[in-house]
């Protein structure tokens, strides 16, 4: 049989489904508006520069012969009292300074304390009427140094 177009029997063409519309993509949330964070210090943070003051006042006690050591102590303090209060939020910093600053003063008194008893014990040694008799007739030996020590 012919077919109006003149041809063969042929195959009927297949059909193809038609391309889905488009629809309209996902309307997705809107992220939500997060505020602005006030211009400042966080909460809680207010003090924290009593505790980092502390340390380093506290570190430069050996170089000032532990006269900032004594503010890094009172600084430190202060520092742990802010943060139970919840007005800083760096313990460990103020807790070093607080101790770095009691370690400084107490090298600081056992050096006074070992110069005191070195330059008492050379003075009781090393004594006489004049300046050129001092330690000059031999009274000093290694050996009276080491009976110091012990045995």
């Not at 600081?108 to 070195?118: I, S």
């Amino acid at each position: 049989m012919t077919t109006p177009t003149g041809g063969a029997d042929e195959a009927p063409q297949p059909q193809y489904a038609q391309p889905p519309q488009h629809a309209q993509p996902p309307q997705y949330a809107q992220p939500p508006q997060y505020a602005v964070p006030p211009a400042g210090p966080r909460p809680g943070t207010e003090k924290n520069w009593m505790g980092i003051t502390a340390l380093v006042l506290s570190i430069l006690g050996p170089l000032t012969a532990g006269v900032t050591a004594l503010g890094g102590i009172v600084l430190g303090h202060l520092g742990l009292g802010a943060v139970r209060r919840g007005e800083a939020d760096n313990r460990g910093v103020s807790l070093a300074g607080t101790i770095i600053g009691y370690v400084v003063i107490a090298l600081g008194l056992l050096a006074v304390l070992v110069l005191v008893f070195f330059f008492g014990w050379l003075a009781a040694e090393c004594s006489g009427d004049s300046p050129a008799d001092w330690c000059a007739d031999g009274e000093v030996t290694w050996e009276a140094v080491g009976s110091l020590t012990g045995p």
